[in-house]
C-alpha cells in the first residue's frame, strides 16, 4: 500500500491549462494500474483515464484529445496534463490505484479544479 497525495489544481479559465501530479509515498512500479477519477458537485465519480505501467493509456471519450496521462515510476508519480478545458471539467479530480479489491484500493484525498467561463 502506498499513501497518494494529488496537487495542480486551482481556478482557470476555459480554454486554459493545468497539470496535476499524484504523488506516492512508495514504488508504483509494481502496480500495474493507476487511475485518474473525477467527481463534479452532485454527480457520480466518473474516470478520466488510466495508464499501465508499460504506459499504455486510455482515456474517457469527454476528455479524448484534450488530456494526457503520463507516470513516471521512477519518481513514484503519475500526472495529468489537461487542456482546452471547459467548465464541465470542473471537478475534484483524484488519483486512484485499483488492486481488485474495494477495500484495498488505494485513493488521494483529490485535488479541486474549478473552469470559469
Known amino acids: 500500500q502506498v499513501q497518494l497525495m494529488e496537487s495542480g489544481g486551482g481556478l482557470v479559465q476555459s480554454g486554459g491549462s493545468l497539470r496535476l501530479s499524484c504523488a506516492a509515498s512508495?514504488?508504483?512500479?509494481?502496480?500495474?494500474?493507476m487511475v485518474w477519477q473525477r467527481q463534479a458537485a452532485g454527480k457520480r465519480r466518473e474516470l478520466v483515464g488510466s495508464i499501465t505501467s508499460g504506459g499504455d493509456t486510455v482515456y474517457a471519450d469527454s476528455v479524448k484529445g484534450r488530456f494526457s496521462i503520463t507516470r513516471d515510476n521512477a519518481n513514484n508519480m503519475m500526472y495529468l496534463q489537461m487542456n482546452s478545458l471547459t467548465p464541465e471539467d470542473t471537478a475534484v479530480y483524484y488519483c486512484?490505484?485499483?488492486?481488485?479489491?474495494?477495500?484495498?484500493?488505494?485513493w488521494g484525498k483529490g485535488t479541486l479544479v474549478t473552469v470559469s467561463s
Open positions: 512508495g514504488n508504483i512500479a509494481s502496480f500495474y494500474l
Open positions: 486512484h490505484i485499483p488492486t481488485g479489491r474495494a477495500d484495498k484500493d488505494m
